[in-house]
């Protein structure tokens, strides 16, 4: 009994030292390394109890082996409630170390944007496409009679003086007019045709609000029983998605040499509304671009029967439609690859 | 094209005000640029009448009582001379705007308010006004250019507002003329539409004069070339006197911008702006011969015109010729030496229509233009040049300035002034607008258009007046009748009756598109940048004198010379564009450009040259690297699912040491490299440069390639690493190749070190690779890698001395 009761109070007196120690623990790691001192089989203070068990007496082993075994599960919920508590504040502590300014700034991944002009084309372009118009782009330079004799208007027309036209030799110039695809189209194809052509124009004329070169889309309809209704109907679609849905269109009449009758096409100014402010100039509609019905002396040109087939044809300066769009005031901004510019545009 | 209302008017009742008039204007197809009030600077002058004027001793002044009426009696003091009691002067109220005048009384230097104000001591409430200080002058006001005060008619009622008296109730309309329509570039042509779109009446012309019985004998016009002038009309005046033309008419020159010279020079002017047709008046005593030849000029033939300038002519410029020499420039300017003097007794009036292209070309060559050559380069019909003689000798007789002979003489090529009948389908004509237009609108359309229509059933019948040449087929009768319906009839429908078409981008458009948003996704700027540039661009680049890119078509007519060249490369413009952006303090950014180049296949151009599409890439600041703009090579190749190769090369505006050709399966496709020291310095740039130029004509061949999708190795490959050493002068891609080429089963070759230094002799290089093998049908066996890199060492070893490195 002797053996048994100096056991057991060795037991409790090791519970007693046990827990003086852990109390002294400060960190996890700590306890983690404590834990195996203590346990270890041969030599940890608790470990090692269970080789008295020589010493007990046989019928108080089972005794003693379940007081040891308490005394381990005591050791070890009390290491893991240890563990938690300082792993909790350890990560507390990590936490905290790790504090940063969120106000301060991004790291961004560099990337850069199409040009507004490329945005706008795009958009339309992806309009368009969606409603069955090819693309086709035509060359830069191109010669007298598809830019003018074709498009009705020959040589004496005083609708040439129009247009400040660059020339390369006397057959050959730069193009004023994405027009001059139509002709080219409508040589290479029957109709049914739906096609749009953006390009690169060039007029002579260089100040505050012209730019020599500037971007183009000619479209063109070409079909059976095609309409002024039609052009209507097609172009209010269209400003709907650039400008926005609640965007009005209005046709004035106009001239030009290739359609009859030709129109002007305002959209109502999708600033204002339509009430008038300084981007309308107060009369509340903007003028976006030149239309018409196909002239007759056109389409014959091309070999398309009048009887036939009669055809709608547009062109829209997307440069103006970027300045309207970003409100970019100076259309020489465009072509200076100013990349302060060009980091602001990104539709 | 400048149209005072009070001038309308007289041929339209005009019942709108002139706002509404301007938006009628609009909605049939004449935009009104400006409308212009004429006294709008002016307000609170009233007439004020002159009760008391006495003389202030010691000064100019005068202290006098002003009577205004309604507005009260003023006490006023005036400096001008001609004030006096009983007079009626515009009187300025306090709070009136005038114009201030400098210290000539002529010239006006901005509007003022008029305030009470105190001269000599005496008080002063308001300002009696001169003509200037109005803002007219003689022509506008008979009068008004008096240096003092303008004194107003005797009936003027005090008090009441000047600006009906004098005129400046007046608006002027600016108004935009489509090309298509010359017959509105005239009072009477814009009084058409204007009586057309009110639906109102619009009265005739006064054509109306009596030819005496006096004739000149001998005289005979010919024409030799009737291309150039179809119709050429002559009438003889006689007994002129020459004098200053009646207020109604200086007036409205006046108000059109038009000077007044004499009445018979002013009524050419008139007819001018009224009819819109030119017309001459010559002093028939310095025609010679008696007669006018209208034919090509001799070369080297002299005329000098009324402005005194002389011109040596060629056979492409048209001249009227009395009997000896030319008399005037057709359809440009008179000559001097028959100009209209104030000695003039006997004038030969011209009316005629010339050909608008010769005219245009001569005066453009010529440098000589005038409101006539202006006016005949858009276009005069025939109509017009008969009605526009009669007017003038009309004008004659109204004012009493001469006597108008039987003397006339009318050459023409027989064309018609008479109207022409046109028939057209109503179906066809709605056809065009898509809607239907009720004929009873059609009818009143072009009833008011003056075009008399008929219609029966579907037939419709009109007769074209002469002056509208730009009628002639069923789409312009149904603009006729739109433009006046109004547009806002058109309903949007969506082709019901098309077929439905396959619209999208094409593949060279969608691989484009792919190339520029791969390249955004790495940090590129897309820029657009002319397709002209300069020849000192050559220079900038150190071309040499045979470089291909010095074959550049050249622009007739450039704006300067600096843009007049078409780009035979993208590159000069990308560095000024870098060069731009590092003045404006960005030192570092990446831009590209996906534009055309223009070969010519022969100079000058007899056929469409090559406009091949080019990509140009420019990275510039210190953390790029010729390795950074490989990258994005790599990555233009990535996107096209090619792989490029690299050797190097030399370009003259380019590093000689950092400087690749690139190819595609053995063709050159660009170029890439730092940019030269001396170009960046001479571009003023802070940050080094580099750039590439990538031929997408001859890339395109690869568009599309297909993708095939290469099963994952079944079995584990084996990486091994090894550091060669060799000569300095083997690059990596020989390496590469050589491992490559040395074993099948080798998937990748990746360089992942250089050494060069101490450790080694002077003239070698360590280089370190990893190299992956990839089994293909079976797994591995234990020492199958290490004979294949057996392989590897022995090849490079026999190939380039390469060994392992200790």
Not at chain 1, 153 to 167: G, I, S, V
Not at chain 2, 748 to 767: C, R, T, W
């Amino acid at each position: 009994m002797a053996e048994l009761n100096e056991l057991t109070g060795k037991i409790a007196k090791i519970k007693q030292e046990v827990q003086n120690e852990l109390e002294k623990l400060e960190s996890s790691k700590s306890v983690y390394e404590y834990k195996k001192v203590i346990l270890d089989g041969k030599t940890g203070k608790i470990g090692s109890l269970m080789k008295e068990m020589g010493k007990v007496p046989k019928e108080q082993k089972a005794d003693y082996g379940k007081k040891v075994n308490e005394l381990k599960a005591w050791a070890q919920s009390y290491f893991e409630e240890l563990d938690t508590k300082f792993r909790q504040e350890e990560m507390r502590r990590r936490y905290e170390s790790e504090k940063i300014d969120v106000t301060m700034p991004a790291k961004k991944h560099a990337h850069g944007n199409l040009h507004p002009v490329t945005q706008v084309r795009n958009q339309l372009t992806d309009i368009f496409a969606s409603m069955g118009f090819e693309i086709y782009e035509g060359t830069e330079i191109e010669t007298d009679y598809y830019n003018f004799t074709a498009l009705n208007t020959p040589k004496d027309h005083p609708a040439r003086d129009m247009q400040d036209t660059f020339y390369l030799s006397p057959e050959f110039l730069l193009r004023t007019q994405t027009s001059a695809g139509q002709i080219h189209v409508m040589e290479a194809k029957k109709p049914p045709i739906k096609v749009v052509s953006p390009g690169k124009v060039f007029r002579s004329d260089d100040d505050a609000t012209h730019s020599p070169m500037f971007t183009q889309m000619e479209g063109l309809v070409v079909d059976k029983g095609i309409t002024l209704c039609d052009l209507k109907g097609m172009l209010d679609e269209f400003v709907k998605k650039i400008f926005g849905k609640e965007t009005k269109t209005r046709l004035r009449p106009s001239y030009f040499p290739f359609t009859e009758p030709s129109v002007e096409v305002d959209v109502s100014c999708f600033q204002c509304g339509g009430c008038g402010c300084k981007l309308c100039k107060g009369t509340g509609w903007i003028e976006v671009l030149g239309a018409g019905v196909v002239n007759n002396k056109v389409l014959e040109g091309c070999g398309v029967d009048t009887n036939e087939y009669s055809g709608f044809a547009f062109g829209i300066g997307l440069e103006r439609i970027a300045m309207l769009k970003y409100g970019i005031n100076n259309i020489k901004l465009l072509f200076e690859s100013d990349l302060r510019v060009l980091k602001q545009i990104d539709d | 094209m400048l149209a005072p209302l009070s001038w309308l008017k007289e041929y339209v009742d005009i019942d709108v005000t002139p706002k509404e008039l301007e938006e009628k204007l609009f909605s049939c197809g004449f935009e009104v640029e400006e409308l212009i009030e004429v006294g709008k600077d002016i307000s609170n002058v009233v007439v004020g009448y002159v009760e008391e004027c006495e003389p202030i001793s010691d000064t100019h002044l005068s202290l006098c009582k002003v009577n205004a009426g309604e507005h009260g009696t003023f006490q006023i003091c005036c400096g001008a001379d001609n004030v006096h009691a009983g007079g009626k002067f515009p009187l300025a109220l306090i709070g009136a705007t005038v114009y201030a005048t400098a210290k000539d009384h002529k010239t006006i230097e901005g509007v003022m308010e008029i305030k009470a104000g105190k001269l000599r001591g005496y008080d002063s409430f308001g300002m009696l006004c001169s003509g200037t200080e109005l803002g007219l002058d003689d022509n506008l006001y008979p009068g008004a250019g008096y240096n003092g005060l303008l004194e107003l008619p005797e009936d003027a009622k005090i008090g009441a507002d000047v600006k009906p008296i004098l005129g400046m109730d007046d608006w002027i309309f600016d108004i935009a003329i489509t090309a298509n329509r010359p017959d509105c570039q005239s009072i009477y042509g814009i009084a058409r539409e204007v009586a057309a779109v009110l639906g109102k009446e619009c009265k005739p012309l006064d054509l109306s004069y009596t030819e005496t019985e006096v004739a000149k004998t001998p005289f005979s016009v010919s024409v030799d070339a009737s291309d150039l002038c179809p119709r050429y009309i002559a009438h003889y005046v006689y007994d002129v006197k020459i004098g200053e033309s009646p207020a109604w008419m200086r007036r409205r020159l006046a108000l059109v911008g038009c000077d007044s010279i004499s009445n018979v020079v002013d009524i050419t002017n008139y007819i001018l702006k009224e009819l819109g047709q030119p017309m001459h008046a010559f002093d028939y005593s310095y025609l010679e011969g008696d007669q006018i030849k209208v034919r090509r000029a001799e070369d080297g033939e002299k005329i000098v015109t009324l402005d005194s300038r002389e011109f040596a002519l060629n056979s492409s410029n048209l001249v009227i010729c009395d009997g000896v020499k030319p008399v005037a420039l057709a359809g440009i300017m008179g000559g001097l030496n028959s100009e209209i003097l104030d000695t003039t007794t006997e004038v030969m009036f011209e009316a005629a229509k010339f050909a608008r292209d010769n005219i245009r070309k001569s005066s453009r060559a010529l440098g000589q233009s005038s409101d006539s050559s202006a006016r005949y380069a858009k276009g005069v019909d025939e109509y017009t040049t008969v009605v526009a003689m009669k007017r003038a000798l009309h004008l004659i007789e109204e004012l009493g300035c001469g006597k108008v002979s039987c003397t006339h003489v009318d050459i023409n090529t027989g064309n018609s002034i008479e109207p022409q009948e046109m028939k057209v389908s109503v179906k066809r004509v709605n056809g065009v607008l898509g809607i239907e237009v009720p004929d009873a609108d059609i009818v009143r359309i072009l009833t008011n258009l003056q075009m008399s229509p008929v219609i029966d059933g579907d037939e419709l019948t009109i007769q074209v007046p002469a002056f509208r040449e730009d009628m002639e087929s069923y789409p312009d009768v149904a603009e006729e009748v739109i433009r006046m319906y109004g547009y806002d009839h058109v309903t949007p429908t969506f082709m019901p009756t098309a077929e439905v078409t396959l619209g999208g981008l094409n593949l060279k458009q969608k691989t484009e598109l792919k190339i520029k948003r791969a390249l955004c996704a790495a940090g590129a700027y897309e820029g657009i940048h002319y397709s002209f540039f300069s020849p000192a661009d050559f220079d900038l680049l150190r071309l040499p004198e045979d470089a291909k890119e010095r074959n550049a078509i050249s622009i007739i007519n450039p704006i300067t010379v600096d843009l007049s060249l078409m780009r035979t490369t993208l590159v000069s413009e990308m560095l000024y564009a870098i060069s731009r952006n590092q003045k404006r303090g960005i030192l570092d950014g990446r831009i590209f450009e996906l534009g055309n180049i223009f070969v010519p296949k022969a100079l000058p151009l007899t056929e469409y040259p090559d406009e091949r599409a080019t990509l140009c890439v420019g990275v510039f600041g210190e953390e790029e690297s010729f390795f950074t703009l490989k990258g994005l090579a790599e990555t233009v190749a990535d996107t096209l699912c090619l792989s490029f190769d690299y050797e190097p090369a030399a370009k003259p505006f380019l590093h000689p040491y950092q400087t690749a050709k690139i190819f595609c399966e053995g063709i050159e496709v660009g170029y890439l490299g730092k940019l030269a020291y001396e170009v960046q310095s001479e571009l003023d740039m802070r940050t080094p440069a580099y750039v590439m130029e990538i031929d997408l004509a001859v890339l395109s061949q690869w568009y599309g390639k297909y993708v095939t999708f290469r099963p994952l190795p079944k079995y584990p490959e084996e990486k091994r690493d090894f550091a060669f050493v060799m000569d300095k002068a083997v690059t990596c891609a020989q390496v590469e190749q050589a491992i490559m080429k040395s074993c099948d089963f080798v998937t990748s070759v990746s360089l992942f070190d250089v050494y060069e230094g101490i450790q080694l002799p002077a003239n070698k290089k360590s280089m370190a690779f990893s190299v992956v093998f990839t089994p293909r049908e079976e797994e591995f066996k234990k020492d199958t890698v290490d004979g294949y890199v057996a392989d590897i060492l022995k090849n490079l070893n026999a190939k380039y001395d390469i060994s392992l490195r200790a």
